[in-house]
């Protein structure tokens, strides 16, 4: 019941906005179609504005206030997929109870910071999942919990199924389990704080 | 003078597009709703967004991997599911059940119909706008309830603990007392919720005539489960074809009179009490012990050639498992007959003419798992 | 890894073995109901299995008798499989008559076969695509199994989503996985696939299951996940 | 530190006011970052857990966290929204909450302008938000936010009414419009005895003006995902959700004020500052408790039961309180009279008003289908 933490991917190295766009010779197939919709959303982490105005000697507290703050209240947004949604909930719930952490679900994107992709991405949501990515505001982090979302778990081998949701967005954090259980997720979440303070000054 | 309409000020329907991800789609679920200021004028359910092929999976296992697709299906009645396709290869194989398999069986999968209502009164009473009190009412009884599961089967979620032709294991020593104990937790927690929703004014006003769906159209629709009763069809599947031991118990049905939400909420809540004594009748006749898988049980799972269509009684409506098999140790065709799915195509009828929070609670009031809905 | 304490998952019983054996014998874990047992299986062997659902003919006074009183000039092929435990009567219709005998089923007094349980799409490969429906009637308590079948070349059926408005979403479902078009229906877009998807059907036989990639993550720094913890 | 419009200090009546405001808008913004605390915590014990544990003692560094972390989020506009509405929304929200707090006398000598129609000052600046929410919702440019702010500028104008109709009952009872002169009049009696109706009108429609449930449809998460605020983040919407808080300490305040006798009631006024002010805050800490209760344990009400609501139950139920005070003054009737028929009225609003929400005839109950035992005996086995 660890979960594994991957580093930020590195940008794609080739740039497909400035490529001239071939006109398609025959009439794409709904696969071709959907291909091109599944490409992954690069990671940008973005600058914070205190990095450029305030001096050096100042920035070392001032990130390591920002990493506690931060990693004091991560709010996932609710978006519940699968059937590790059920186990999700179970972790905002009474027993496990997340809002000891500080963490609380929030219905927007805007106003969340960690994405919990809880089951089966497949390749119809996988758009949505993208966009709602996008929505959210920097800093963001996600979570790939359970088996599905970490590599496509039990439905890995169907054409429907993206093999795990880091072909489309970044992960942060993989917690495994078919579903996990709420204790995972919550390690998860811890492992999320830890990295949080680990790249405080990055 | 001629007075002219500013085509500015024309009043247009506006298209709202809820979902994929919404709080109140119960998972991701798609609806674009047009409506006139708040009234709904039409729409148009998407799914598919958790489309992930269970049934093409399952044609390339054998029956025994297929158990855990049903789980996975059907994930907040696992053992519904599991009973179903269970009950189907065992039709296929002829094979006989032990009693006592029999009686867990009927033990578990109500119990799994208790915590499916509970997750049920929980995200309604969410739905319909309590600030997650609901849930944290419901949660911990579920958790109860899955500490049971999780001691037969291992697991929280996805037991795949029903086999074809009995069960996977012997349930623990202490397994009718710790049944005996939740059933108390489970009923104060009814009663939580009862307290909190049930005749609360404001809950009742915003369930009550909405909704509304007659015998004929549910009928029409193929709705099934408490979306038919609650339409005034007193049909289950317990009663009218009765599958493994559920013609031993005395119970009774609830039947709704107006067919609308707050019907919906009172049968299953209803449902729960008889659930619960459903529980207490089976814990009373279960043998105390035998075998739990036939004696004449083959060592590989192999089907002679035939077709068959098993159906059980699920937390929301009627499963079945169509099951066509040429024969060897795998399906060849299988399909899942999901009540969620068939429910869920009533939405747009039941829908239009309302008010857009009450989209929010006659889609609650399905009680749809998307997973059983696209499979 | 996370059971609780004082439960393990040890079978007390074994579903190969047989009861005596297993009841007393708490030390087989039991990770599989196949394990080697005694007993040798019941099953005949592999090649004497035969390749057809035995089907015989419905006993008298049947359904389908009723049925063809309800749509005269149909032609249908009426047999029942005896895994079916006599309890449904399968009806073989071919798809030109399909219309008449649902608009049969659902309005005739005699069946009144209200309720579309279940619709399915098969793919039987060389004999081509079958339609499979479950009727069934709340009040006259029977129930109907109808199959229509046609070839890949050819696949249209007439849509019943008129006369079963439960059939609507099946229809678009089946449409989606079998890419059998439902002729007359009214808004046959995919369903469970995106919406521009119209090419490509993944319950057929010959769509092939994708291969498992070796490595997840496309854009994954090396060396990650392999650190500290 | 807000002892600036005690006559002892020396300097020009402006100058007091900008530096007043100054120090309330500081001390409320850390007092509604606790509020939250407060909120999560009570509402945890009501949902059977326990709230934030883990930051700080019982949780108690949460609101800071979250305040530095909003505050360095990234700021998002949306590509399709209007900016100047969008940028501009925050501020007619944000600007109206906070100057409520000139005409707030905290306790007998805190106070930061003595207005002679406070009252008046304090309804009509509570009721601008609405122009901040429609700007919000139309700024955002997304269908939710829309729809929010529309519901909010209906809600909100339909609610002041009934809440300026029990104010104005007060205002006969007391004969004076400012708030200090309504807290002297409760040295023996509060208002709350005189005008129960009165008060049950204010509570319901004071919720309904800081959209806390049942009235939170602008902002209900299952229908409307958020509403106005849907589209902002970072620290646009932490001054949203400040704002909305500071609304809740605004009506809190004056329900204590108005109808819980202030600081003046039970003690008198001679019992120090101190006592004063704590007197002010556990009052005020009713109402918010009582906020918070209903949020836990309430359903929404859909937007056509929330406005026949206003309009057919509040308002004439405010105006049969004006009318009863009228009767009061010009025959002269002795207090009791007015608050057995205030009470009366308020008894018959407390039955109708759920029921005018719910129409029609008395439901039929379900019926049960027996289902007997047809199988075999039990322990047929082994």
């Known amino acids: 019941m660890t979960a594994q933490k991957a580093a930020p991917p590195t940008l794609p190295e080739k740039q497909v906005e400035g490529a001239p766009v071939v006109a398609p010779q025959r009439e794409q197939t709904g696969i071709e179609r959907e291909a091109e919709r599944l490409t992954p959303v690069p990671y940008e982490p973005g600058t914070a504005l205190y990095r450029q105005i305030l001096p050096g000697i100042l920035q070392v507290p001032a990130d390591a206030m920002l990493a506690l703050s931060r990693k004091s209240s991560l709010w996932p947004m609710t978006f519940g997929l699968a059937c590790c949604a059920i186990e999700m909930i179970a972790t905002f719930m009474s027993r496990h109870d997340l809002d000891r952490f500080g963490i609380v679900p929030w219905p927007s994107p805007r106003q969340s910071d960690v994405m919990i992709v809880s089951g089966t991405g497949t390749k119809k949501m996988a758009p949505a999942v993208k966009l709602l990515y996008e929505q959210m505001p920097n800093p963001k982090w996600v979570i790939a919990m359970g088996a599905c979302a970490t590599n496509g778990g039990p439905y890995t081998r169907y054409d429907r199924v993206v093999q795990g949701v880091d072909k489309i967005i970044p992960v942060d954090v993989y917690v495994p389990g078919c579903p996990p259980r709420p204790e995972a997720l919550i390690d998860g979440m811890l492992a999320l704080q830890h990295k949080i303070m680990e790249e405080r000054n990055k | 003078m001629v007075l002219e309409r500013d085509p500015a000020l024309e009043v247009v329907d506006m298209p709202i597009n809820m979902g994929p991800q919404h709080p109140s789609t119960h998972g991701v679920f798609r609806m674009v709703l047009v409506v006139n200021g708040e009234k709904i004028v039409d729409l148009v359910p998407h799914i598919g967004y958790m489309h992930r092929g269970g049934e093409k999976l399952m044609e390339a296992m054998d029956f025994r991997q297929g158990i855990g697709y049903c789980d996975r299906t059907e994930y907040l009645a696992q053992f519904s599911a599991e009973l179903a396709y269970c009950l189907a290869v065992e039709r296929l194989m002829d094979l006989q059940v032990p009693e006592r398999a029999e009686y867990i069986r009927v033990i578990l999968t109500e119990m799994n119909r208790l915590s499916s209502h509970f997750m049920f009164a929980g995200a309604f009473g969410v739905d319909a706008g309590v600030f997650a009190t609901s849930f944290t009412y419901a949660f911990p009884q579920r958790e109860f309830l899955q500490e049971v599961f999780e001691e037969v089967s291992g697991d929280r979620l996805m037991y795949a603990y029903f086999r074809v032709g009995g069960l996977a294991w012997e349930v623990p020593d202490n397994f009718v007392q710790r049944v005996h104990e939740v059933l108390v937790h489970s009923a104060q927690g009814l009663k939580d919720i009862d307290d909190l929703l049930t005749k609360n004014e404001i809950f009742m006003a915003r369930c009550q005539n909405i909704g509304n769906f007659s015998a004929d159209q549910a009928i029409a629709y193929g709705l099934s489960g408490p979306m038919l009763r609650a339409s005034g069809v007193p049909w289950d599947l317990r009663k009218d074809e009765p599958y493994s031991v559920y013609d031993r118990f005395n119970f009774e049905i609830p039947v709704g009179n107006y067919g609308d939400v707050y019907d919906r909420y009172l049968v299953r809540m209803e449902e729960m009490r008889q659930s619960i004594s459903i529980i207490e009748q089976a814990l009373e006749q279960l043998p105390p012990d035998g075998p739990i898988v036939p004696e004449k049980m083959p060592r590989r799972l192999r089907t002679p050639p035939g077709e068959v269509y098993a159906k059980v009684e699920a937390p929301r409506g009627e499963w079945g498992v169509y099951l066509v098999s040429k024969g060897g140790d795998k399906p060849y065709r299988l399909k899942m007959r999901s009540p969620s799915f068939c429910n869920l195509s009533a939405l747009r009828d039941m829908t239009i003419g309302q008010y857009l929070a009450d989209a929010v609670m006659i889609l609650g009031s399905m009680d749809i798992v998307l997973c059983d809905v696209d499979r | ?229 | ?382």
């Open chain 4, 1 to 382: 530190m807000m002892l600036l419009a005690a006559p002892s200090i020396d300097m020009p009546g402006w100058l007091a006011s900008i530096i007043g405001l100054v120090a309330i808008t500081l001390v409320m913004t850390v007092g509604v970052a606790y509020a939250t605390w407060y909120e999560r915590k009570i509402i945890a014990r009501m949902q059977l857990r326990l709230g934030p544990t883990r930051v700080g003692p019982f949780g108690l560094l949460q609101p800071i966290a979250d305040m530095v972390k909003l505050l360095v989020k990234e700021d998002l506009r949306p590509a399709t929204a209007d900016p100047v509405a969008f940028e501009l929304a925050v501020f007619a929200i944000f600007i109206p909450a906070f100057i409520a707090f000139v005409a707030v006398p905290f306790t007998s000598d805190w106070l930061i302008s003595p207005l002679p129609l406070s009252l008046v000052y304090l309804l009509a600046i509570s009721g601008l938000s609405f122009i901040g929410f429609l700007m919000a919702g139309w700024g955002s440019d997304n269908k939710y936010a829309l729809l929010g702010g529309m519901r909010a500028a209906a809600q909100l104008i339909s609610y002041e009414i009934p809440l300026i109709l029990a104010m104005i009952g007060v205002v006969m009872v007391t004969a004076s419009a400012d708030v200090y002169q309504i807290i002297l009049f409760q040295d023996r009696i509060p208002l709350i005895a005189l005008q129960p109706l009165g008060f049950l009108i204010f509570l319901t429609a004071s919720i309904a003006e800081v959209e806390r449930p049942p009235f939170d449809i602008p902002t209900g998460e299952s229908e409307v995902a958020g509403g106005v605020f849907i589209e902002f983040s970072g620290i646009r919407w932490s001054m949203f959700q400040l704002t909305s808080y500071v609304n809740m300490y605004v009506f809190a305040l004056l329900g204590a004020f108005v109808f819980l006798g202030g600081w003046e009631w039970p003690f008198g006024r001679d019992i120090g500052w101190g006592y004063q002010l704590l007197l002010t805050v556990v009052k005020m800490s009713l109402f918010i408790f009582f906020y918070l209760w209903i949020r836990a344990s309430f359903p929404r009400m859909r937007v056509d039961q929330l406005m026949s609501y206003a309009w057919k139950v509040l308002i004439p139920f405010a105006l049969l309180q004006i009318f009863l005070n009228g009767l009061f003054i010009v025959y002269d009737a002795p207090g009791v009279v007015l608050a057995a028929a205030s009470a009366a009225g308020a008894a018959a609003l407390a039955y109708l008003a759920f029921r005018s929400v719910r129409r029609g005839e008395p439901r039929k109950p379900l019926r049960m289908v027996p289902v007997r035992a047809t199988g075999a005996p039990a322990r047929s086995a082994t």
């Open chain 3, 1 to 229: 890894m996370t059971l609780p304490e004082g439960q393990e998952p040890d079978a007390t019983s074994d579903p190969g073995a047989t009861p005596e054996a297993a009841a007393p014998a708490p030390e087989v874990a039991a990770e599989t109901p196949a394990k080697p047992a005694a007993e040798r299986p019941v099953r005949p062997a592999k090649e004497a299995e035969p390749k057809e659902a035995p089907r015989v003919a419905p006993p008298a006074g049947s359904i389908n008798e009723t049925l063809a009183a309800a749509a005269p000039g149909v032609v249908f092929n009426a047999y029942m499989v005896p895994e079916m435990k006599g309890e449904c009567v399968t009806v073989e219709v071919s798809r030109d008559d399909l219309t008449a005998v649902m608009t049969a089923a659902r309005d005739d007094e005699r069946l009144d076969l209200k309720y579309l349980r279940c619709l399915s799409g098969v793919d039987w490969q060389d004999e081509g695509l079958e339609v499979v429906y479950h009727l069934w009637s709340f009040t006259k308590k029977h129930s109907l199994q109808v199959k229509t079948r046609v070839t890949y070349d050819d696949a249209n059926v007439p849509s019943i989503a008129t006369i079963y408005p439960a059939a609507d979403w099946h229809e678009r479902e089946t449409r989606d996985m079998f890419g059998i078009n439902f002729e007359g229906h009214w808004n046959l877009v995919p369903l469970l696939l995106p919406e521009d998807m119209t090419d490509h059907f993944p319950l057929r036989k010959d769509n092939p299951l994708q291969e498992i990639e070796e490595w997840q993550g496309e854009n994954l720094r090396d060396g990650a996940g392999e650190g500290d913890e």
